[in-house]
């Protein structure tokens, strides 16, 4: 008989405007693998920081070995027998190997003092296992990447927890690594310890697990054994679904091209990039995060430098090193995260507004502030953004509001190519339909557009043409006709 | 929506972060008049008005540069060498006093420039690279003097720090004028707005074109100048340009800066600000001499006022938020 280990059951998790899980069950039995796949926000993350403790449950009860427990903090949540390896390290890069192993809970020989032989030995044993063959007192930082990840789940096993939560935890590794943590995983299965597997490489997941579980936009949608599984399925089960916001689409003519991106690498991501760009049509980026999709974009805004490979605007070469340089060609980024690289929040809206065309609405250096109001008013009015004034304070509107700020500023600039990254990302429903008709509208007078989105069905209902990127190269390109979210996801997660 | 009344200019005026400490200068001076019938005679507040302008000078410069988040701890050195440079320009090498007055300006310009590469281009902290400037500058000075002071100016120099137009001293005049100049500079200029977008968010700042490398190389050379006007003005004052001038000066300038209602993490911040924060130390230094403290204790109270200064302010800034 199968002895339940844990139960998520009806779990409700509340953000600001947005509910991140609406009911979700998942249950994993003792000695098991259970992989949990789904999208880019599908609440993955979400569901395994409530369990790990990092956030709190707002419904729902949690059952561990049978009992209700209540995880507050992630100190908790070890205390119980779970232990989680991170998508994004958590080591700290200046000290040693075995000092953030044994991080918060160190060997100690009397009260206070470390008792550092007893750790690098027990480190060393433990590296051993993982199949590091280090020496325990290596300072992190001299680390590669897999080598670190390889550190993250080393840590993890000496918890000698009852439960391990993995997410994404071969996303830095080598084959051989991959292949050392799968026999780990394997002998943890046999010592009757039970391992939560995040993962988009479904590779991995059909030879690993013994159920999957998928969530899909806050809700679980079900739970399928190993007898039963297949790529095919899994996929259908993280993104199949109708449609159901209409996306705006008007009659657009793409004509000429405007923009053409050839061979652009940089030194840790992209590699070999290229595509073209045409007057009134909006061309979707799809893929997981890190594909490099936010990375190519800065570079062609001049964030970022290349170390390879040439951009034509209209057709003539050109040299950007830096956002000047793109504004000048009539290239606008509207920025992935509003609050870091969009905003000045403590300056009002009509400062953010005019902050990339202060030279239009200036005079012998000396800014004219009506001109700078009847700008702002002009934008406040055309993307309806809800503010008592345009002297408010940015930091005070609400997502939606802020977003149609950045984007005013962009736009501002009077631009021939606007690139979008995650444009509606954090922004209530009504906003979101606003900025979707104000982009349709846009492409439809002749700009050309660029949109990178996580959400499938954004990218396919805005795009004329969708190109997938996976680990800093471009997978497939296909048409807003043709594509489907299972044909995306296929080249997302190429497979 | 009707008339809200942040668009009252009384409100505005209140809810503003100079009125704050204006109300402090106003009530500083009440109590020290109360205590002393010295304090408000003409004689008096002219005295005082000249011997914080120094500062003040320093301050407006200061002021921009932690507008932008940075810091520049090399503005005592400059302000000493400055001095140095222009009266060995001359006194030994006998040029005209306008071009010694040039060259001490170039000077303050060049040391202002080289924090501003060292700050942008290497990357290094604005706190390390200032420090670094403020040492290397110093040790100049002595090099350059061997230690000497140097006295006997011309005339029309020594007006600059002695000097009256009507009953007002010069240096006040050259505060005043500055202060002016600044501080429309920062309030109504394309460059004085990029220099606060720099404060408030440098990342955002460059997505949006703005050239925030260069900006912030021009902020250190205007503070590295402003601090070599000081540091001229005061040698002028003094009759003598010595080489130890102005130890000790850079941390009453941020004082300075920090009492006037700028914050240390950048992005808000004025002029006039800045020279009421170097008004309030001004006015509190004089008050404790007339009203016989002992020096040693001028210090303690000093710090004393500038913490309470600054705590005043960030705890309407909180009430304000809520």
Avoid at chain 1, 321 to 347: F, S, T
Avoid at chain 1, 367 to 377: H, T, V, W
Avoid at chain 1, 476 to 486: D, F, K, L, R
Avoid at chain 2, 76 to 93: E, L, N, P, Y
Wanted: aromatic fraction near 6%; hydrophobic fraction near 45%.
């Amino acid at each position: 008989m199968k002895y339940e280990i844990l139960r998520m059951q009806n779990i409700t998790k509340y953000f600001p405007g947005v509910v991140a899980l609406d009911n979700v069950n998942l249950t994993v039995f003792k000695g098991e693998v259970l992989a949990l796949v789904g999208e880019n926000g599908a609440g993955k993350s979400t569901l395994m920081k409530i369990l790990s403790g990092v956030y709190q449950k707002d419904l729902g009860k949690i059952y561990f070995e049978g009992k209700e427990v209540y995880i507050n903090s992630p100190t908790a949540s070890q205390e119980l027998g779970m232990s989680i390896i991170h998508q994004e390290l958590n080591l700290m890069p200046n000290l040693s190997i075995y000092e953030n192993i044994f991080m918060g809970r160190e060997n100690r020989s009397k009260l206070i003092f470390m008792d550092r032989s007893r750790s690098y030995k027990l480190a060393m044993e433990l590296l051993e296992t993982v199949g590091l063959h280090i020496n325990a007192d290596t300072l992190v930082k001299e680390l590669s990447i897999s080598q670190r990840q390889m550190v993250e789940i080393a840590k993890a096993l000496s918890l000698n927890a009852k439960l391990i939560i993995m997410d994404e935890p071969t996303s830095s590794l080598t084959e051989k690594e991959t292949e050392t943590l799968k026999n780990i995983i394997r002998k943890l299965c046999s010592q009757q310890v039970s391992v939560v597997y995040i993962s988009h490489k479904l590779d991995e997941v059909l030879e690993l697990a013994d159920r999957v579980t998928a969530l899909r936009d806050g809700n679980t949608v079900g739970t399928i054994t190993r007898a039963e599984c297949t790529k095919d399925k899994i996929i259908r089960m993280m993104v199949g679904r109708e449609l159901k916001d209409i996306f705006p689409r008007s009659e657009r003519n793409a004509s000429k091209e405007v923009l053409r991106v050839e061979n652009i690498s940089t030194t840790d991501l992209l590699k070999n990039v290229s595509f073209t760009l045409q007057k009134g049509e909006i061309l979707g980026f799809a893929g997981l995060v890190g594909a490099g999709r936010t990375e190519l974009m800065k570079v062609i805004f001049g964030l970022d430098q290349k170390v390879c490979g040439r951009i034509y605007v209209n057709g003539s070469e050109v040299e950007i090193h830096h956002p000047k340089d793109a504004l000048r060609y009539k290239l606008a980024l509207v920025p992935e995260d509003r609050k870091i690289q969009g905003l000045v929040l403590g300056m009002s809206v009509r400062e953010n507004i005019t902050l990339s065309i202060l030279d239009k609405v200036s005079k012998i250096n000396f800014i004219k502030r009506n001109m700078e109001s009847y700008i702002a008013n002009d934008f406040i009015k055309k993307l309806n953004v809800k503010t008592p004034g345009a002297e408010q304070k940015v930091g005070n509107l609400s997502g939606g509001n802020q977003q149609k700020i950045v984007i005013s500023k962009m736009l501002a600039t009077q631009p021939q190519i606007l690139i979008l990254d995650e444009p509606t990302r954090g922004v209530d429903i009504g906003a979101k339909k606003e900025i979707h008709t104000m982009i349709d509208g846009l492409a439809q007078q002749g700009l050309a557009v660029i949109i990178i989105s996580s959400e499938l069905g954004e990218v396919l209902g805005m795009s004329d043409r969708i190109i997938v990127m996976h680990e800093g190269e471009i997978k497939g390109e296909i048409s807003g006709e043709e594509a489907t979210q299972e044909k995306i996801m296929h080249m997302a997660i190429n497979q | 929506m009707g008339k809200d009344n942040k668009s009252n200019p009384l409100h505005r005026i209140y809810k503003s972060s100079t009125f704050g400490i204006v109300m402090i200068l106003l009530v500083m001076c009440t109590f020290i008049a109360v205590l002393s019938d010295k304090f408000l005679t003409t004689d008096n507040l002219l005295s005082v008005f000249r011997a914080f302008s120094f500062v003040a000078i320093m301050a407006i410069g200061e002021c921009l540069v932690i507008i932008t988040g940075g810091i520049d701890l090399s503005v005592s050195s400059i302000f000493a060498f400055s001095g140095v440079i222009s009266a060995m320009a001359m006194v030994q090498w006998g040029l005209p006093v306008p071009l010694a007055i040039m060259i001490g300006m170039a000077a303050g310009v060049a040391f202002g420039f080289a924090n501003g590469i060292f700050i942008t281009k290497l990357k290094l902290p604005p706190f390390i690279a200032t420090l670094g400037i403020l040492s290397i500058a110093r040790g100049l000075s002595y090099g350059i003097t061997g230690g000497y002071p140097i006295p006997d100016f011309p005339a029309s120099f020594k007006f600059i720090g002695q000097g009256y137009i009507g009953i007002i001293p010069f240096p006040v005049i050259l505060l005043i004028l500055l202060g002016i100049i600044f501080s429309i500079f920062l309030r109504s200029t394309v460059f004085g707005r990029r220099i606060y977008a720099i404060g408030g968010n440098e990342e955002a700042a460059r997505v949006s074109g703005i050239n925030t490398d260069r900006t912030k190389i021009i902020v250190y050379c205007l503070s590295g100048l402003l601090a070599g006007i000081a540091g001229m003005a005061t040698a002028a004052r003094l009759g003598v340009a010595q080489s130890t001038a102005g130890m000790g000066y850079e941390l009453d300038t941020i004082a300075a800066v920090i009492i006037g209602g700028t914050s240390v993490s950048g992005g808000v911040g004025t002029v006039f600000g800045a020279i009421i924060g170097a008004a309030i130390m001004g006015v509190l230094r004089n008050g404790l001499i007339l009203l016989n403290v002992s020096a040693y204790w001028q210090q303690t109270v000093i710090g004393c006022v500038i913490i309470l200064a600054v705590s005043a302010d960030q705890l309407r800034y909180i009430r304000a938020k809520k």
